[in-house]
């Protein structure tokens, strides 16, 4: 499965973000789905994932209440809306999936990233 992030920007601190993965190749309702970010000098770290089916969902502490993850099967579609973003979010967001029930760190697939970076 190809995957591939996009809606990423600059956007000041407290303002939203809405990224989108595009999957190509495979249904990605055979996936658990998710988020992954690096920032600069840092690991990759988890992000927020979702079931197969769309009922369960997992953020990070980090972004919970702030992040909401979902998905669109029949669109082949994951999207990760961003609100009270803060600068420490800023980081290279990649979309993953994984035949696991869930995305970790290290997915099965993870796809080119897209840029978020907030300002102060």
């Known amino acids: 499965v190809q995957l591939q992030a996009s809606g990423g920007g600059l956007v000041q601190a407290g303002g939203s973000l809405r990224l989108s993965c595009a999957a190509s190749?495979?249904?990605?309702?055979?996936?658990?789905m998710g988020w992954l970010r690096q920032a600069p000098g840092k690991e990759r770290e988890f992000v927020a994932g979702?079931?197969?089916?769309?009922?369960?969902?997992f953020l990070s502490p980090s972004v919970k209440g702030r992040f909401t993850i979902s998905r669109d099967n029949a669109k082949n579609m994951v999207y990760l809306q961003m609100n009270g973003l803060k600068p420490e979010d800023t980081a290279v967001y990649y979309c993953?999936?994984?035949?696991?029930?869930?995305?970790?760190?290290?997915?099965?697939?993870w796809g080119q990233g897209t840029q978020v970076t907030v300002s102060s």
């Open positions: 993953a999936a994984d035949r696991g029930i869930i995305v970790t760190s290290a997915p099965d697939y």
């Open positions: 190749g495979r249904s990605l309702s055979a996936f658990a």
């Open positions: 979702i079931s197969f089916s769309g009922n369960t969902t």
